[in-house]
């Protein structure tokens, strides 16, 4: 059971980055996936998630309109898309599983309902 997290990296405030979490090893379409962070000093914290479908993709306030979360089920990867970064989006960035429901409709943004989780991907915004 793998999740592997890529595409991070260092970047000045107002730019892109885009990261993606490939899995293996266990199942990837019928369950919620979703994205957390945790910057240097602080609790990790929810910044998106999405339904098995990708019908339903709740943000946290901090990140809304500027990260885009997606899917793609037949890759078994999972993206943020990460728009308009400011050095407060500094962080390790997390995929995680929600295996607790199949085919959920409703992301949770509880770290705790998550149980399979990847080992984090670091994104650096300078000022």
């Known amino acids: 059971v793998q999740l592997q997290a890529s595409g991070g990296g260092l970047v000045q405030a107002g730019e892109s980055l885009r990261l993606s979490c490939s899995a293996s090893g266990l199942s990837f379409s019928n369950y919620v996936m979703g994205w957390f962070r945790q910057a240097p000093g602080k609790e990790r914290e929810f910044a998106a998630a999405?339904?098995?479908?990708?019908?339903?993709?709740p943000y946290a306030d901090s990140v809304k309109g500027r990260f885009t979360i997606s899917r793609d089920n037949a890759k078994k990867t999972l993206y943020l898309e990460m728009n308009s970064l400011r050095p407060e989006d500094t962080a390790v960035y997390y995929c995680?599983?929600?295996?607790?429901?199949?085919?959920?409709?409703?992301?949770?943004?509880?770290?705790?309902?998550?149980?399979?989780w990847g080992q984090g991907t670091l994104v650096t915004v300078s000022s």
């Open positions: 995680a599983q929600d295996r607790s429901s199949l085919r959920a409709q409703y992301p949770s943004p509880a770290s705790s309902r998550y149980k399979y």
């Open positions: 999405i339904s098995w479908n990708g019908g339903t993709t």
